[in-house]
């Protein structure tokens, strides 16, 4: 982490020094009022303030609501982490956080996200996993800048349709959830890595070909029979890594298929690009 500074009563260049971290102190919102209405920039139980990157990071701290008292940086934190809480619900003030770049609550307890999430333009990583989510807000398609998306181990009955609008998005993890079948409105995704492993999912969309940088895409541990997998996917798209493991056919009997031989041509050369 960054080192703490503190300005002596001397001022000036001569007056800023680096001191020792404090340890580490047990959550006391009273106090953090106190600390953030003096403007100190100490590092204080998991909170770094010095501009232009602040991070707080409140993991494990047994919290059942988003603190409130972090609304007073909402133009300072870059990041929030708060996972390994029981939190429940994320307050509208979320919005609020208009220079948030990475938001991380996994494993908490959420079942919903409000709409003022949607709010976040300057957001790039969102991590969710372990957590209840059954869907997403109607607005999600609103952050332009995510790049990396973590869904994992949620309740997710399909692929949500508001990835679709996402064109900065590169990594999507929506695996451990309950997704049965993907959709028509897939072949709209531009990320590069979709994780669709241990779900249900017994039905794949064609369009799923015709993602046009869809790279990487696992489908291990679900409900495929062969000829429920798309021979589009080995002879017309882009995906170079296909990992279908754990499924109801065996392995080598995808080699049979049309278009194989075009897809291990993809594979071999993206194998030796990064040899």
Same mark, same amino acid.
């Given at each position: =982490?960054l080192p703490a500074?503190?300005?002596s009563?001397?001022? =000036?260049k001569?007056?800023l020094?680096?001191?020792?971290?404090?340890p580490?102190r047990?959550?006391d919102?009273?106090? !953090?009022g106190?600390?953030l209405?003096?403007?100190? &920039?100490?590092?204080f139980?998991?909170?770094?303030? $010095?501009?232009p990157?602040?991070? #707080?990071?409140?993991c494990r701290?047994?919290?059942?609501?988003f603190?409130?008292?972090l609304?007073k940086? @909402?133009?300072?934190?870059?990041?929030i982490d708060l +996972?390994?809480?029981?939190i429940e619900?994320l307050?509208?003030? *979320?919005?609020k956080?208009?220079?948030?770049?990475?938001?991380?609550?996994n494993?908490?307890k959420? @079942? /919903?996200?409000?709409?003022?999430l #949607?709010r976040?333009?300057?957001? %790039?990583t969102?991590?969710l996993n372990?957590?209840?989510?059954r869907q997403?807000?109607?607005a999600f398609g609103?952050?332009?800048a995510?790049?990396?998306?973590n869904?994992?181990?949620n309740?997710?009955r399909? /692929?949500?349709?508001?990835l679709c =609008?996402l064109r900065?998005l590169d /990594?999507?993890d929506? +695996?451990?959830?309950q997704?049965?079948?993907? &959709?028509?409105?897939?072949?709209?995704?531009?990320? !590069?890595?979709?994780?669709?492993?241990?779900?249900?999912i017994s039905? !794949?969309?064609?369009?799923?070909?015709h993602c046009?940088?869809l790279?990487v895409?696992r489908l291990?541990?679900?409900c495929?029979e062969l000829s429920? $997998?798309?021979?589009?996917i080995?002879?017309?798209s882009? *995906?170079s890594l296909l990992?279908v493991e754990?499924n109801?056919? %065996?392995?080598?009997?995808?080699?049979? $298929?049309?278009?194989?031989?075009?897809?291990?041509?993809?594979f071999?050369? @993206?194998k030796?690009?990064?040899?």
């Open positions: =982490g500074l503190r300005v009563k001397g001022g =000036g001569r007056g020094r680096r001191f020792r971290r404090e580490r047990p959550p919102f009273v106090g !953090i106190t600390w209405r003096r403007g100190s &920039p100490r590092r139980w998991g909170l770094a303030v $010095l501009r990157v602040a991070r #707080c990071g409140l701290r047994e919290l059942r609501e603190p409130e008292e609304q940086l @909402t133009s300072n934190l870059r990041t +996972s390994n809480n029981k619900l307050p509208p003030l *979320i919005g956080f208009s220079f948030l770049k990475s938001l991380v609550l494993n908490n959420l @079942t /919903v996200l409000p709409e003022e #949607c976040l333009k300057k957001l %790039e969102l991590h372990g957590n209840h989510l997403l807000p109607a609103q952050l332009s995510l790049k990396t998306l869904l994992s181990g309740q997710l399909t /692929v949500p349709t508001q =609008g900065h /990594v999507v929506l +695996s451990k959830n997704i049965q079948n993907v &959709p028509d409105s897939v072949g709209e995704l531009q990320a !590069i890595e979709l994780n669709l492993n241990q779900n249900q039905q !794949i969309s064609v369009q799923i070909s046009p940088r790279k895409l291990e541990e679900n495929l429920m $997998l798309p021979q589009s080995l002879s017309d882009q *995906i990992a754990g109801l056919f %065996e392995i080598k009997k995808l080699r049979e $298929l049309e278009g194989y031989d075009k897809y291990m041509e993809r071999t050369a @993206t030796k690009k990064f040899a």
